[in-house]
C-alpha cells in the first residue's frame, strides 16, 4: 500500500505541471508581464525603461518557456514558467498586491475556515444519511413521495436565499445570533452556529436524493433478500446490509472533498464576515490580485488530488475485496 | 427599423435552429417518439415544460435587437440618427422602462419608501412621504383586474382551441370533451391548466403594471418587474448557450477516448483530470478576472455598453463552457467503453464498417440518454451559479439585467428598517419556478430515459 500512496503522489506531478500551465497560460501569456507592470505603475507616466525594472525587479524578464539563449538544461530551467512552477511547488506564494506574505496569511486563516466548513460537512453527513435511510425504510409510502417533493424544492432556491433568509429572521428580527463575525474558541460558537445550520439545510435536498438513490439500489439486490429471508428485522437489513454495501459509491463522493474542505466556502465566508480562505478568495477576485488567486488555485488542485489519493485508501478499509 | 443582433441573439436563435431541426430528424424514429411520450405522460412534466416554455418565450423576444430611425427634428434628410439598441421585449414593456422613480417603493405603493425633506409653501420644512410620479391611482384596481383577469381567460381559450383544432383530426367537440374529461393518454388537461394560469397571472401583472410598480422599484426607481423579466434572458442564455458550447467537446473527446484507447485515452483523460482537479469557481474566476483585463485592453471590441455587456456574457459562457465539459466527458468515455463491447459493435467491426459511420450509427444514439439527461441536469446548476458568480463579481456585467445582479444591489440594504424585501423576493421567485420546472422536467427525462431505472 505504500508503494502504492507513493506512486499515486508521483502521478500527481504531471497533473499538478498542467494546473500550473493552464494559470501560467492565463496569468502569463494573456495578461503579459508589460501589461501588468503598466497596470502596477499606473498607465501615464510609463515609460519602457520604467517597465524594464520593474520587470526585473519581480523577475519577469525571462523568456516564458524556452530560453533559447542559455545552455543545456538552462534552456528550460531559466524561464519564467518554470521559475513560477518551481516556487509553487515549495509553497512558497509570494507576497499580496498588498505586500503580505501569502503562505503565512493562508496558514492564518485556514482555521477559521475549517471551524465553519468541518462541521457542516459532518453534521450533514450524519443527517443526509439518516434521513435517506428512514426514507428507504418507508420506501413508497407519502412520507417518501412528500419528503422527495420538499428534497427537489430546497434544491431548486438559490443558496443565497437561504443565507440572506437565515440572517434576517435569526438574527435581524429574532436576534438570537450575532449577524456576522468570528472568535476563536468557545466564544466563536455563537458566529458559527448560522452559518453551519444553513449549510447543512442548503445542501440537504441533493445530499438526501443522492443517498437514498444509493440505497435503493442496494435494497433490490440478493442479498438483501437473503438477509429478509434468515429473518432479519428490516432495521437491521438496513444498517447491517444496506448501509455497509452502499458504503462504497459513498465514500467515492465524499471523501474526495474533505482535504478540500480547508479551503472554505467563497459564499458562507464573506456573507458571515468569517476571515477564512473563502473570504480570502473572494476579497482577493475584487481587487484582481492575481497572485492570491494564482496561490489558491494551486491549493485547491493539491488538495482535491490528496482527496483522490484518500479516496483510494478508503477502500481498503471498507472493502475487504480491494487490495491497493 | 434595422435589426443590430448581437452574438449571444445569433448562437440562441441558431440553437433553435438547430433543435428544431435536430428533433424533426430524432422525430423520425418510433423508439425516440414512445421515450418523449412516456416522459410527457406525467404530469408533473407536462407543466414543467409548459413553464420551461414561457420562459423561453421571453427570453427569445427579447434575443431580437433592433434600432429605430428617430427623424431629429432640424436635421437634414441625409443624417441619420438611431436610437439606442432595443428589444421586442423592451417594445412589449417600454411604460416600465419609462415609468422610473426617484427611489425605492414597495409593490403596488402610491407613495415613496422612505420620507424625504419637503419644503412647505410658507418655508417651512418637514418630512414627509412624497407620492410617486408615474402612479395615478385614478382607475380602481378592481376593475383593472376584472379587465386583465377577462382578457386573459378569453386568449388562453383563444390558444387551447387553436391547438385543439390544429393539432387532432378527430371532431372538435369529441376532442375537447375527452381533454377536459382528461382522458388523452397524454395530460393535456394539465397543459392547459398550466398555460391558463401562467397567461392569466402575466396578463394581470402586465395591465397593472400601466398603473402601478406590481413588484416595487429599486434604489435609483427603476421597475423590479421590468427587470425581473429583463433577467429571464440572461439565466435562460447562461444555462442553455453554455451546454451548447461544452455539449460537442464532451462528446467528441469522450467518444474518441473510450474508443480509441492508447495514448489518445491518456491524453485526453489527463486532460479532464487535470482541469477538474482546480476548483471550479476558482478556474471561472482566473477566467473572468483574465477577461476583465483583456476587454480593458479592446475598447475597439464594442461599441455601446450593451455590446460591452453582451460580450461579456459571450465570455462568461465561454469559460462555463471550457470549466464544466469535465464531468460529461467522463461519463461519455466510460459508456463508449461499455457500447463497444457490445457484440453488435464487434460485429459491425467484423463487416468492416468504418469507424466513423459506428460512432454514427451505434454509440452515439445510445449515448443520447446520457447526454440528454445531464444537459438538462446542468441548466438548473447553471442558472443558480449565475446568481452566486454574480455575488463573487466574476457573473455577468453589472450593467446587465440579471437576477444575480438583483440580489447583489438588495443585498446591501437589507440593513434597512423596516427591510426592502420585493427586489430580492422578485428574484428568487423568478429563478425558483425556472429551476424548479428544470429540475422537475430532469428528473422525469431521467426516470424515462436511464436503462437502469427501466430494468
Redesign the interface.
Known amino acids: 500500500m505504500f508503494a502504492y500512496v507513493i506512486r499515486r503522489i508521483l502521478y500527481a506531478v504531471?497533473?499538478l505541471i498542467?494546473?500550473n500551465l493552464?494559470?501560467f497560460m492565463?496569468?502569463f501569456m494573456?495578461?503579459t508581464p508589460d501589461?501588468m507592470a503598466r497596470?502596477q505603475l499606473g498607465a501615464k507616466q510609463v515609460t519602457p525603461a520604467l517597465i524594464q525594472s520593474w520587470k526585473e525587479e519581480k523577475g519577469y524578464d525571462k523568456p516564458l518557456f524556452v530560453n533559447t539563449g542559455a545552455e543545456g538544461l538552462e534552456r528550460v530551467t531559466d524561464t519564467l514558467f518554470f521559475k513560477e512552477s518551481l516556487k509553487l511547488f515549495q509553497f512558497d506564494f509570494g507576497t499580496s498586491d498588498a505586500n503580505r506574505d501569502i503562505a503565512s496569511d493562508i496558514k492564518e486563516r485556514m482555521m477559521p475556515s475549517l471551524a465553519i466548513a468541518l462541521p457542516t460537512f459532518l453534521i450533514a453527513l450524519v443527517t443526509n444519511i439518516s434521513l435517506a435511510l428512514l426514507l428507504v425504510l418507508f420506501r413508497g409510502s407519502v412520507l417518501d413521495m412528500g419528503m422527495m417533493v420538499v428534497a427537489?424544492?430546497i434544491?431548486?432556491?438559490?443558496?443565497?436565499?437561504y443565507i440572506?433568509a437565515g440572517?434576517?429572521l435569526f438574527s435581524?428580527l429574532w436576534h438570537w445570533v450575532p449577524i456576522s463575525g468570528f472568535a476563536s474558541g468557545w466564544e466563536g460558537v455563537k458566529f458559527i452556529i448560522l452559518p453551519v445550520l444553513i449549510g447543512v439545510f442548503a445542501g440537504m435536498g441533493a445530499g438526501v436524493r443522492w443517498y437514498r438513490s444509493i440505497f435503493l439500489e442496494q435494497i433490490n439486490q440478493d442479498y438483501v433478500r437473503t438477509a429478509r429471508a434468515k429473518g432479519l428485522s428490516e432495521i437491521r437489513v438496513l444498517f447491517g446490509h444496506v448501509l455497509k454495501n452502499g458504503m462504497l459509491p459513498i465514500l467515492t463522493g465524499v471523501v474526495v472533498i474533505i482535504p478540500?474542505l480547508f479551503?472554505g466556502s467563497?459564499?458562507m465566508e464573506s456573507f458571515f464576515g468569517i476571515p477564512g480562505l473563502g473570504s480570502y478568495?473572494?476579497d482577493a477576485?475584487?481587487a484582481?490580485d492575481?497572485a492570491i488567486?494564482?496561490a489558491?488555485?494551486f491549493l485547491?488542485?493539491v488538495l482535491?488530488?490528496a482527496g483522490l489519493i484518500l479516496t483510494d485508501i478508503s477502500y481498503t478499509l471498507f472493502d475487504p475485496r480491494v487490495k491497493l | 427599423m434595422i435589426l443590430t443582433p448581437l452574438w449571444t441573439d445569433l448562437m440562441v436563435w441558431a440553437l433553435v435552429l438547430g433543435a428544431t431541426v435536430g428533433g424533426w430528424f430524432a422525430a423520425r424514429s418510433l423508439r425516440t417518439r414512445r421515450q418523449w411520450h412516456n416522459i410527457f405522460r406525467s404530469g408533473t412534466a407536462m407543466a414543467s415544460a409548459i413553464v420551461l416554455l414561457f420562459y423561453l418565450f421571453f427570453t427569445l423576444l427579447d434575443s431580437v435587437h433592433f434600432r429605430t430611425v428617430s427623424e431629429m427634428p432640424g436635421t437634414k434628410s441625409e443624417q441619420v440618427v438611431y436610437a439606442p439598441m432595443q428589444s421586442l421585449l423592451d417594445l412589449l414593456l417600454a411604460h416600465n422602462l419609462k415609468n422610473s422613480e426617484r427611489t425605492y417603493s414597495a409593490p403596488f405603493a402610491t407613495h415613496e419608501y422612505a420620507k424625504s425633506i419637503v419644503v412647505d409653501a410658507d418655508g417651512e420644512t418637514r418630512q414627509a412621504y412624497l407620492p410617486l410620479k408615474h402612479v395615478s391611482g385614478e382607475s380602481s384596481p378592481v376593475k383593472r383586474t376584472l379587465t386583465a383577469l377577462l382578457t386573459g381567460l378569453g386568449m388562453s381559450i383563444l390558444g387551447i382551441m387553436f391547438h385543439i383544432w390544429c393539432c387532432s383530426r378527430e371532431r372538435f367537440k369529441t376532442v375537447l370533451i375527452k381533454r377536459l374529461r382528461g382522458e388523452d393518454t397524454l395530460p393535456w388537461r394539465t397543459a392547459y391548466l398550466t398555460f391558463s394560469v401562467l397567461l392569466l397571472l402575466f396578463t394581470w401583472l402586465y395591465v397593472m403594471s400601466f398603473d402601478y410598480h406590481v413588484l416595487g422599484t429599486d434604489k435609483v426607481g427603476g421597475d423590479v418587474l421590468y427587470q425581473s423579466i429583463k433577467s429571464i434572458r440572461t439565466g435562460v442564455l447562461i444555462g442553455i448557450l453554455t451546454t451548447l458550447i461544452m455539449l460537442p467537446v464532451a462528446v467528441l473527446l469522450g467518444v474518441s477516448a473510450g474508443l480509441f484507447g492508447g495514448w489518445v485515452d491518456d491524453a485526453i483523460q489527463y486532460l479532464y483530470t487535470t482541469l477538474s482537479s482546480i476548483p471550479g469557481v476558482l478556474l471561472i474566476a482566473a477566467g473572468v478576472l483574465v477577461m476583465q483585463v483583456m476587454m480593458d485592453g479592446h475598447p475597439e471590441w464594442f461599441a455601446s455598453t450593451l455590446e460591452r455587456s453582451d460580450l461579456r456574457l459571450l465570455f462568461l459562457i465561454l469559460i462555463l463552457g471550457i470549466t464544466s465539459w469535465t464531468g460529461l466527458c467522463r461519463l461519455i468515455r466510460a459508456e463508449t467503453l461499455k457500447i463497444s463491447q457490445i457484440e453488435f459493435v464487434t460485429a459491425a467491426k467484423a463487416f468492416g464498417v468504418g469507424k466513423l459511420t459506428i460512432i454514427r450509427r451505434h454509440i452515439v444514439p445510445n449515448l443520447m440518454h446520457i447526454i440528454l439527461i445531464s444537459v438538462v441536469l446542468d441548466f438548473s446548476g447553471l442558472v443558480l451559479a449565475e446568481a452566486v458568480l454574480s455575488y463573487v463579481g466574476v457573473g455577468v456585467d453589472p450593467t446587465m439585467y440579471s437576477w444575480g445582479n438583483m440580489i447583489n444591489q438588495a443585498r446591501l440594504e437589507m440593513a434597512r428598517e423596516p427591510m426592502v424585501w420585493w427586489s430580492l423576493f422578485s428574484a428568487f421567485v423568478f429563478m425558483f419556478i425556472l429551476v424548479l420546472a428544470a429540475n422537475l422536467l430532469s428528473d422525469r427525462i431521467q426516470k424515462v430515459l436511464d436503462p437502469r431505472n427501466s430494468l
Open positions: 504531471p497533473i498542467g494546473v493552464i494559470t492565463l496569468f494573456v495578461n501589461d497596470a427537489v424544492m434544491m431548486s432556491v438559490s443558496g443565497l436565499f440572506i440572517q434576517v435581524k478540500s479551503m467563497l459564499i478568495t473572494i477576485i475584487n484582481q492575481f488567486v494564482k489558491m488555485v485547491g488542485s482535491y488530488i
